[in-house]
């Protein structure tokens, strides 16, 4: 090989062993003139690189959850004051001993008119006798007399039958109001072991309190049921009278 030509050969692969170290390439291990001519692969370019993906879409964090109201000891009565369920309890006291009253007269009235029926229907009973025999003896005034003083015995009857409904009516309502009565008297006991003490942050833990609570509010409940029995009563009683007034003038517009 001539000279000339070994030189640029020798220059050719320096050069090329430059550059391969200046691109940070690999350079292919001496010996053969082939790995020294060999031209490294070129680095990838910007544009040939994939398109880094977008971050995944991640779940907003849940609000922190609010705090759960806990449940509270019940303070739901409205006790009053001493004097005032003192007051309410004489009140109560005073309508049960009126209604015990009422009661005994009631049952008294009621007798009575009971033997006023009796002696009515045996008064139109003969009545009726006389018409008979005055029928059959052809006497026609004593017919129609006899026949006129029966139906106002009748009447009577019927004004009295009418006043003994009203009596029984009137004892049903005294009884409903002596234990409306009796059952108020009874819550106001129950309101008085808690006055001064329900509703007092400081006994909320006691459990005697706790209890009289309870059964105050039963009697309370009890009273309630009384008193709507006592107004039935009433009802009932005044309807009963009303037929008694028209019963009388039933009977003062047939004399």
């Known amino acids: 090989m001539k000279p000339a030509l070994r030189f ?12 391969a170290q200046s691109a940070g390439t690999g350079v292919a291990a001496p010996g053969t003139m082939a790995d020294s001519l060999h031209l490294a692969t070129p680095a990838p370019t910007d544009s040939l690189v994939p398109a880094a993906l977008p971050p995944a879409a991640t779940t907003a964090p849940s609000p ?19 004097p005032a369920v003192h007051a309410e309890r004489d009140e109560m006291l005073v309508l049960a001993q009126g ?23 045996k008064g139109i009973d003969a009545l009726g006798a006389r018409i008979k025999t005055a029928k059959q003896a052809r006497n026609d005034a004593a017919r129609t007399a006899a026949e006129g003083e029966r139906k106002q015995q009748e009447s009577m ?3 009295f039958e009418h006043a003994q409904d009203a009596y029984a009516a009137a ?27 329900s509703g ?9 309190l706790f209890k009289l609570e309870q059964q105050h509010l039963e009697t309370v409940r009890a009273r309630g049921a009384a008193e709507e029995r006592f ?15 028209r019963a009388w003038a039933d009977w003062l517009g047939g004399r």
Do not use: W
């Open 8 to 19: 640029a050969l020798a220059l050719l692969v320096t050069a090329s062993a430059a550059h």
């Open 64 to 82: 922190a959850p609010a705090s759960t109201p806990m449940p509270t000891r019940p303070h739901v009565l409205a006790i009053r004051s001493e």
């Open 99 to 121: 209604a015990d009253a009422d009661l005994a007269a009631a049952k008294r009235a009621r007798a009575e008119t009971q033997v006023a029926i009796e002696s009515k229907k």
């Open 157 to 159: 009857r019927t004004y």
């Open 171 to 197: 004892i049903d309502e005294a009884q409903a109001r002596v234990e409306y009565a009796r059952a108020a008297i009874r819550a106001c006991d129950s309101e008085l072991q808690l006055a001064g003490r």
């Open 200 to 208: 007092v942050t400081a006994n909320d833990g006691d459990p005697v």
């Open 231 to 245: 107004a039935s009563r009433v009802q009932a009683l005044v309807d009963r009278r009303l037929r008694l007034y």
